[in-house]
């Protein structure tokens, strides 16, 4: 039978109701028998994270501060949850024990980690599953990196048992034997290297949203979800700032080719989004060919003119190694026949800006140099543009109609995005454009073409 590992996010495990919740998501599915919780979350806007207490009685300690009360408050939180769900579980000697070992002056990590420490407990009991510390399954290397080898070794053990299993998230074994937390969010990392090592059919991050949406809700008012989306398209779009998992905590279910699926705790029955490998999902042929769009300000456009510099061999590898020489990562290099740009994230040029313009003046000996900054670049992405005729002048017809004015445009040879450069005051304005040209009145559209194709083609020949 095919497992499903389940990360159980903060909000999800926040309190009784919310556990409870998740106790039926568990039930209702025999594979899901690895289950990996986050620390408590906060169950309203002013609430406090379980976890940023734990950080906060180990500043406490550090300065030899009292915080008693602080603990109070996270054993309280705890003792809540065991009574609620009407657990037999002691928790009282793991609780008087983290906070002798804090008072003694346990490390940030330590503290930060037994958020999920004890929340694993907790699920363990609830669910009848097996509590296995995250100490002995998650191995890191003294470099800070996790042991694979090791890790994948001690999953796999773990893989054979029969029965279910909880494993704490965000923590495990550094290479001097003590615990070492991931980065701030990191049980999401857990959830997958779990997925990963015991070789789940799908990687399952239970959340309080519905999935990943196709635009900034922020921007896009209620944005439609992206029901599926390959590893690559969301890349694409992490990258370009949209809010989706962190690329550590994709890296490991990638490359083992498992399906991750983002879900509800609150509504478990949407189907969420599904992230899936490249080569599992055909290409449908709609018009609405996009999976999502994306956006990010700050960045500055630096425009090399130099009459014939089409035929100046190494003038391009000249202009890029002074932003290699200068530590500045580049993002796009969009070039005419005399012209070359050097798209750069505001953040990598502070304060280097000059020595890199002087620079380029000694290494390219340009005819000009324009420098415009406050750009922003939008992805629009979508895996089925290559098959889709008219998808650019779509882009494009959406841009100039909301007045936009574009000032570059890069399409990868993968034809999985186009990238436009706007002026960072017209970035909402342009993803709300292409947003509706391709989905609020693409719809209609793509239905109607995807009838036509159909019939033309029946039974799905291409
Ligand atoms: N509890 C940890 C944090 O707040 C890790 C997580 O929730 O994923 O960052």
């Known amino acids: 039978m095919s497992v499903k590992v389940c990360k159980f996010g903060g909000t999800s495990v926040a309190d009784a109701d919310q556990f409870r919740k998740v106790l039926q998501i568990v039930q209702a599915d025999p594979e899901r028998r690895f289950l990996v919780p986050s620390a408590p979350g906060k169950r309203h806007p002013k609430d406090q994270k379980i976890t940023d207490l734990f950080y906060l009685c180990h500043a406490h300690a550090q300065q030899d501060i009292g915080f008693d009360e602080v603990f109070e408050r996270i054993a309280g939180r705890y003792r809540q949850i065991v ?20 008072a003694a002056g346990e490390s940030a990590d330590y503290a930060a980690s037994r958020g999920e420490y004890l929340n694993g407990q907790i699920l363990a009991e609830a669910a009848g599953f097996e509590f296995v510390d995250a100490i002995d399954v998650i191995f890191f290397e003294p470099t800070g990196r996790v042991d694979q080898q090791r890790t994948a070794a001690a999953l ?33 990392i857990t959830g997958a290297i779990v997925a990963a090592g015991v070789g789940a059919g799908v990687y399952e991050n239970w959340t309080d949203v519905a999935g990943l949406l196709m635009a900034d809700p922020r921007i896009v008012p209620e944005p439609r979800k992206m029901d599926m989306l390959t590893y690559r398209e969301l890349r694409e779009l992490a990258y370009m700032g949209a809010n989706v998992l962190h690329d550590e905590a994709i890296f490991p279910v990638r490359q083992a080719g498992i399906p991750v699926n983002i879900r509800n705790t609150n509504d478990p029955e949407n189907p ?7 080569d599992a999902v055909p290409v449908v042929r709609t018009l609405r060919q996009i999976t999502g769009i994306a956006g990010r300000s700050d960045f500055t456009v630096i425009a090399v003119e130099k009459a014939l510099m089409n035929s100046e061999i190494g003038f391009g590898r000249r202009l890029l190694g002074v932003f290699e020489n200068n530590g500045v990562s580049y993002e796009h290099t969009p070039s005419g026949i005399d012209t070359m740009s050097v798209v750069v994230h505001d953040a990598e040029l502070e304060g280097k800006l000059d020595k890199v313009l ?9 005819d000009a140099i324009e420098v415009y900054p406050n750009m922003a670049l939008i992805a629009t992405v979508g895996r089925g543009m290559a098959h889709t005729p008219g998808t650019a ?46 989905v609020t009145n693409g719809s209609d559209e793509a239905n109607a073409a995807q009838a036509a194709t159909e019939t033309r083609n029946p039974a799905g020949t291409p």
Not at 83 to 102: E, F, K, N, V, W
Not at 429 to 437: F, K, L, M, P, Q
């Open 83 to 102: 009574a609620d769900l009407g657990l037999s579980l002691d928790l009282a000697p793991h609780l008087a024990d983290i906070q002798q070992r804090i």
């Open 156 to 188: 796999a053990s773990l893989a054979q048992r029969k029965g279910g299993v909880v494993i704490p998230g965000f923590y495990g074994r550094a290479a001097n034997g003590k615990v070492r937390t991931f980065s701030r969010g990191g049980s999401d």
């Open 272 to 278: 969420g989004t599904m992230i899936v490998p490249n």
């Open 358 to 366: 002087d620079e380029i003046r000694a290494a390219c000996q340009p």
């Open 393 to 438: 002048a779509r882009l494009f017809t959406a841009l100039g109609n909301a007045g936009v004015n574009v000032r570059m445009i890069d399409q990868g040879s993968s034809e999985l995005n186009i990238i436009v450069g706007v002026e960072a005051e017209d970035l909402p304005r342009a993803v709300r454009a292409i947003y509706d040209a391709f």
